[in-house]
Nanobody, 124 residues
Framework: EVRLVESGGGSVQAGGSLRLSCTAS????????MAWIRQAPGKGREGVAT????????YYADAVKGRFSVSDDKAGRTVYLHMHLLGPEDTAMYYC?????????????????WGQGTQVTVSS
């Protein structure tokens, strides 16, 4: 059974930083696409970042480029989202997702397995 457990969310002031973690089990982590998807209040889900754990290729949404970075730890079966220069627009529930089926990494419908999410709240 695929299981994804996110942690690291919280409340920060604008300009602050957070690191989210997603620990995975139940599938071949070393050969997978891991994504971070977020959902702001009253909005739909949107892709934030993704990493191919084989090639370590990464992609980012335009809204977070230069502020967020994604990395993985294969030994710990964990993917991280490092978030800097946070603003109120980053307030959202952040989900970890995997089992990518295409067609686009940024499309939430492209993933078959999800974690329960971790809340990030940024105050101005």
């Amino acid at each position: 059974e695929v299981r994804l457990v996110e942690s690291g969310g919280g409340s920060v002031q604008a300009g602050g930083s957070l690191r989210l973690s997603c620990t995975a089990s139940g599938f071949r982590f070393a050969d997978s696409d891991m994504a971070w998807i977020r959902q702001a209040p009253g909005k739909g889900r949107e892709g934030v970042a993704t990493i191919d754990t084989t090639s370590r290729t990464t992609y980012y949404a335009d809204a977070v480029k230069g502020r967020f970075s994604v990395s993985d730890d294969k030994a710990g079966r964990t993917v991280y989202l490092h978030m800097h220069l946070l603003g109120p627009e980053d307030t959202a529930m952040y989900y970890c997702a995997t089992r990518y089926t295409g067609p686009r990494w940024s499309n939430p419908a492209s993933y078959r397995s999800w974690g329960q999410g971790t809340q990030v709240t940024v105050s101005s």
